[in-house]
DNA sequence: TCATTTTAGTTAAACGTTTAACCGAGATAA
DNA sequence: TTATCTCGGTTAAACGTTTAACTAAAATGA
């Protein structure tokens, strides 16, 4: 068995509590006697056990980690990313990450997480958007809590968001600055809010340069942003217009169905159109040509959420703390500068 | 708070031991007492401490997952997939999975991982190579491991295995089966178990159809298995053999790096040459034309790793349990069927 | 009928820490 | 000189469970 901390008083000739307050440097200890206890416990290679800390201490040294299981399980690893960010950064601090799935269609009847019940967790990261009856549910229970890449709401905690509408801006000013002046806005469901901030940034880059809001320009539907979607989409808008010369698409899932719809029907990119995307997935750099996109740092979401949560555990008086997580332009090969030299 | 075991007894007029003993199942609990207990338990929504039961039971219900740190940085999640796979397993049951990385050039002087020490888990899945010091220092404390996609020279634990040399088998004979005869096969390091497996694979498949081995069309190197390696490997090896219709790589990255060059050098495929490729990553359905592979499930072997760890808790007499995960051959676009009608 | 076994529960110790309360000895202050 | 404070430690309770050992009552057996 392993050394506990009686084994070290006993070899040490102290009471456990000198022990243990060596190992908490506690400051009542005499250099001396602080020294021989270290050196014994170096010898015994005592380490103190973790199930009795957390058991007087009150605390577990862990963080939850909740997502759906959809969100999970989806093809694109975009929460995993999240989580694996989380991870990361969790291994050099003091804390494990606990993961758990919640149905998405959460409702009254189902159970919270294990780690709730039992107690084992000291704060929970919530990733992506979960069901209003989970977040009831979960507040009875008052563990720190952080959102990430999701705004609930009602409750009041911490959260960790995508600047979207720093990343729409940064991408129509990149297409303006290239010359682009009929621009087009392809997105999915506006009512999602990163969606509707990506075109409230789109068309603050127009006002910024002073052209003229276009209605015909901007597509959006209540379908999911997909490659299919985009397709179609692109086929809608350049039916009706004819002199698109860019396409800002809410995602580079979408970027991708407008680009194969654009080279489906003659065009060829970026001499013909110029399009950029929003996500920065690994499939951009294995199309032809590679999409310029703005680069979303998934891992960074998750690293800063761990930070974030942390913090919330120290002093809980830091509620409504909003992080805006930068997004980055990457310049590929699908936007083409048109200006005249 | 929340309510202790001993709210519950008080509540229902028994004893702790009574509570416990009806959380836990025992005969020994009349129907009734049962009934009126857990009746108490619903009322106060009580679950026990997993803090306390740990530590009283001197389990911890946790399971650690260790991994290099370049494994899990690097850019092919696959390491991170097989983690992941683990998680999702995990959600089901009864384990929580707690992350660590070593670095990959562990020595004596580096520390073993936090939960070993404090002893927080109850078992470790070790995936991808390891340095051998670090198995060394591990065994000092005897917790049960499996090691995924790794078999270590000394230690004997169970393993959980790719079946590359069924993968190579059936990347071989699918060629085979397209009527090719002059296949070549790339790989990396050959001193690499799971290289040398499907090359074994590869050798097989061709004694099976009494096609003679030929050296000419074998091409291994020391270097590391990417894209531009496979591209130089197939300049090499094309500008020696001018017959060669098919070519089996050992992995994604180096068939599309072949691919690379022979589109560079005015080959079509698969009209002039046939390419399968080993893994099965996302890039293979952007490339054009889509890679045929041979799909590792990563996702697979993580969860499958879980289910071994959790039988090696429970009957330590599991040693040397070896389990091939199953592959499986993904016909897509690069490989063409040669033989007359 | 009385000894024995079974049943259904209780008592109390144990798991390995932390920490509030305590204590004796030496230093300081009046 | 004596009261008070500081220093460096110890004692013992507490955290919330599980479980071995115990017990009283009921059932069984001869």
Redesign the pocket.
Known sequence: ?AP???DVAEKAK?????V??V??DSK???A??KKKVLKVIKQLNYH??KS??D????KTGNIGFILTDDHFLRTEPFYTRIFLGTEFEARTGNYYILLATIPSDYGDKNTLPRFILQRSVDGIIIAGKVPNAFITKLQEYDLPLVFVDYKPEMQKSPLVLIDNIQGGLLAATHLINYGHRNIAFIGGDISHPSIRDRLTGYNRALDNSGIKQNKKFVHTSSSYPNRQNGYDAAKILFSKNKNITAVFACNDAMAIGVMHFLRDNGYSIPQDVSIIGFDDVEADLLIDPPLTTIRVPKFDLGAEALRVIKESIKNSNTKNKIILVPVELIVRESTKNIRKK
Chains 1, 2 share one sequence.
């Open positions: 068995m506990t901390i009686k102290v009471s456990t509590a000198t243990s307050l190992i908490n009542r200890i005499s001396e006697t103190p056990s009795a800390r058991l007087v201490s009150q």
